[in-house]
Nanobody
Framework: QVQVVESGGGLVQPGGSLRLSCAASGNIITIYAMGWYRQAPGKQRELVATITRGTGTTYTDSVKGRFTISRDSAKNTVYLQMNSLKPEDTAVYYC?????????????WGQGTQVTVSS
């Protein structure tokens, strides 16, 4: 069994910053990749950023230069530092982990954390 829990969302003014955290726990042998996705009202869930076991990163174009994904492998935790936030960044942010557990491989989602950018 593998669990993924996000934290760090909230309300911030345009131009502000937030840092999201996502911790994976359970019977984990290795984490292949972790990523952040977001879903705004009335829109499909979209990829925001991913980071692999080798710390390779990808970002969607709209967040490049503003968001930074990083990981602490010892803690099975990934972070999303979000700077220069815009109203269009408002969404529920979900963490995803591609994990090899003791029984099988998991593609596990967290419950989501709300990020609201508004003045």
């Amino acid at each position: 069994q593998v669990q993924v829990v996000e934290s760090g969302g909230g309300l911030v003014q345009p131009g502000g910053s937030l840092r999201l955290s996502c911790a994976a726990s359970g019977n984990i042998i290795t984490i292949y990749a972790m990523g952040w996705y977001r879903q705004a009202p009335g829109k499909q869930r979209e990829l925001v950023a991913t980071i692999t076991r080798g710390t390779g990163t990808t970002y969607t174009d709209s967040v490049k230069g503003r968001f930074t994904i990083s990981r602490d492998s010892a803690k099975n935790t990934v972070y999303l530092q979000m700077n220069s936030l815009k109203p269009e960044d408002t969404a529920v942010y979900y963490c995803n982990a591609d994990v090899l557990g003791t029984l099988r491989r998991y593609n596990q989602w967290g419950q989501g954390t709300q990020v609201t950018v508004s003045s």
